[in-house]
Every structure is written in structure tokens, then in C-alpha cells.
């Protein structure tokens, strides 16, 4: 019965306690490593969207001042998109950045057609920032923690 490459019969209590207590504090140490991995992504992952909610609340506050005062936003919000754009070509996959040299086309289109143009090409890209305006949500899509 206790024959093998290990003499099991040979134990004392006390090295059977002193294996035990190892294997337990090993396996204990495993699983806080691993939950301690778990937390840093979700740390990371909430990171990375609160820089992208930073853009995506920067970029909605430059439409929206657009389109309420059919100027110019004021600098802060206007500055505050240019910082966006540049954050974004890191934060983002490049279609996003894409998306929001569009934005700042049009705008910089109907600002121009506004003080200097027709009504009515003013108007074609107010509606072209308003369609970017209610097309947000899909430029931003990647946001989602996941």
C-alpha cells in the first residue's frame, strides 16, 4: 500500500500540513493574480473611454453650438474640437478622424457660405452638419466598453 516513487506512508502530519498549506497559498496567489489582471483591463478599459467620451462630448458641443447660433461656436468649444480631432487619430480606428475632418469641412463650408454666400448653399451644409450631428452615435460606435 505505500509503495511508489513516493513513500506517502513515511509523512508526518506536520510535512503533510507544510505540503497543503504551500499548494493552498499557491492556488490563492493564482487566483489574486488573475483578478487582480481582471481589474487592471476593466482599469484600462474605463480609461480609454473616458478619453473617447471626452471627444465625442467635445465634438457633440461643436455641432450643437452650430447649429443653435448658426455661427461660429466660441473658442473654448472651438478649441476644444481641434484638441478632439488631433486625440481622436490615437483613441480611434481612422474613420473616425475621418468623420470629424467632415465635420470640420462642413462647418468651415457654412461658415463661410453664411457671412459670404447664398442662403441656399448655407443651408445645404447646415443640413450636411445637422446629418453629422444625428449621425454621432454611429461615428462614435467603437466607444462601447465591450
Known amino acids: 500500500m505505500c509503495v511508489g516513487a513516493i513513500n506517502w506512508c513515511g509523512f508526518s ?12 497559498a499557491v492556488g490563492a496567489a493564482f487566483y489574486i493574480g488573475k483578478k487582480q489582471t ?3 483591463e476593466i482599469s484600462v478599459k474605463e480609461s480609454l473611454f473616458d478619453r473617447r467620451y471626452s471627444v465625442f462630448k467635445r465634438t457633440e458641443s461643436y455641432i450643437l453650438q452650430i447649429l443653435q447660433h448658426a455661427d461660429q461656436p466660441d473658442e473654448v ?3 476644444g474640437f481641434f484638441a478632439a480631432m488631433g486625440e481622436a487619430k490615437f483613441l480611434f480606428e481612422p474613420h473616425v ?10 462647418a468651415d463650408n457654412y461658415f463661410l457660405e453664411n457671412s459670404h454666400g ?12 445637422l446629418g453629422h450631428f ?3 452615435s454611429a461615428l462614435f460606435a467603437e466607444m462601447k466598453l465591450g
Open 38 to 40: 481582471q481589474l487592471q
Open 118 to 129: 447664398t442662403a441656399e448653399v448655407a443651408e445645404t451644409h447646415r443640413l450636411k452638419i
Open 77 to 79: 468649444t472651438k478649441l
Open 134 to 136: 444625428h449621425g454621432l
Open 13 to 24: 502530519w506536520e510535512a503533510f500540513a507544510t505540503l497543503v498549506t504551500g499548494a493552498l
Open 97 to 106: 478622424l475621418a468623420g470629424l475632418k467632415a465635420i470640420r469641412s462642413d
